[in-house]
């Protein structure tokens, strides 16, 4: 990244010392700081602002979250310029993302994978009515919280209310097959430069459009033949990839042009692996039809009481 570093021992408007970097990818950095007004900890997750990038872009996670309540999302608390920088101040979550259990092997209990799915769905259900689609679920977007709780975390994709930032996903393990192709359609088409790809470093083009070129191209993309994309259903896919894959162990298929056949065992509730298999319905209309039907069916199973 160019600009400005923020570097651990710093302040950042005389509110937040930094402390620690704990990580970054893409066009982002995320730091660990401490809110000195309140008296702790908070998580900073800083961007590098371009003047021919949608000034959206960046506000994204705010506008996600700002008017959600739901103890499964995570707290917007400040959004900040400072430098050319953007900075998102979040709640710090203590625990640790789903995809470290994955990546180690370390297998949750069916009982709490259960429950994990019941408070995902029940999320997407808040989150989609109030019209934001998250559009990158996948396992190191949750937190697991030592309470056994999740949270669902990183709206930097996300369609709030309609307004497209541009940012495109491809996470292929867990993404759905529409949103695969609209991905493979806009590099096909040779449509970079209309679309800001997630975890790209854009300045090489971005210093070549003007703002309104960039959000008149977005804007030709989102009449294209995929805007017909019901991002809801594309959800509700991911969020069925995830848990194919925290329950069986085996990643899904990515861009699959087939239903699943869930790969059951003895643990496994035959309820849960057939609501699996219908979020991860390839064609959209098979798969459950919201977030709130879901979470109704998961929730009657009582699999994770």
Not at 154 to 174: C, E, M, P, Q, W
Not at 215 to 241: M, P, T
Request: proline letters at 3%; hydrophobic letters at 35%.
């Amino acid at each position: 990244m160019s600009g400005k570093l923020v570097e651990s021992g710093s302040l950042l408007q005389s509110t937040y010392d930094i402390e620690l970097k704990l990580g970054s990818g893409g066009s982002s950095e995320v730091y660990l700081a401490w809110y000195k007004r309140l008296g702790k900890y908070v998580i900073i997750k800083k961007t590098i602002c371009h003047p021919s990038i949608p000034a959206q872009l960046y506000r994204n996670e705010v506008e996600a979250l700002k008017n959600i309540k739901c103890v499964y999302l995570p707290q917007v608390i400040d959004f900040l310029v400072e430098n050319g920088c953007s900075y998102t101040v979040l709640e710090y979550i203590e625990g640790e993302s789903l995809d470290k259990f994955v990546k180690k092997r370390n297998s949750l209990s069916s009982s709490q994978l259960s429950k994990c799915f019941f408070q995902l769905a029940s999320t997407l259900a808040v989150l989609h009515k109030h019209d934001v689609c998250h559009r990158d679920i996948k396992p190191a977007n949750i937190i697991l919280m030592p309470d056994k709780n999740v949270r669902l975390i990183d709206f930097n994709s996300a369609l709030v209310k309609g307004h497209d930032t541009g940012v495109i996903s491809l996470s292929r393990t867990y993404t759905s097959p529409e949103q695969y192709a609209f991905f493979q359609y806009c590099k096909t088409e040779k449509r970079r430069k209309a679309t800001i790809f997630a975890g790209a470093d854009v300045s090489h083009f971005a210093s070549k459009k003007s703002k309104a070129d960039v959000v008149a191209e977005s804007n030709s993309l989102n009449r294209s033949k995929f805007h017909n994309i019901d991002w809801k259903l594309s959800d509700i896919y991911s969020l069925g990839a995830t848990m194919y894959h925290l329950f069986s162990g085996q990643a899904p298929l990515g861009a699959a042009r087939k239903n699943v056949v869930f790969p059951m065992r003895e643990a496994e509730s035959e309820g849960v692996c057939s609501a699996i298999e219908r979020c991860m319905k390839v064609n959209p209309s098979e798969r459950f039809q919201s977030a709130d039907e879901l979470a109704d069916r998961l929730q009657s199973l009582n699999d994770f009481i």
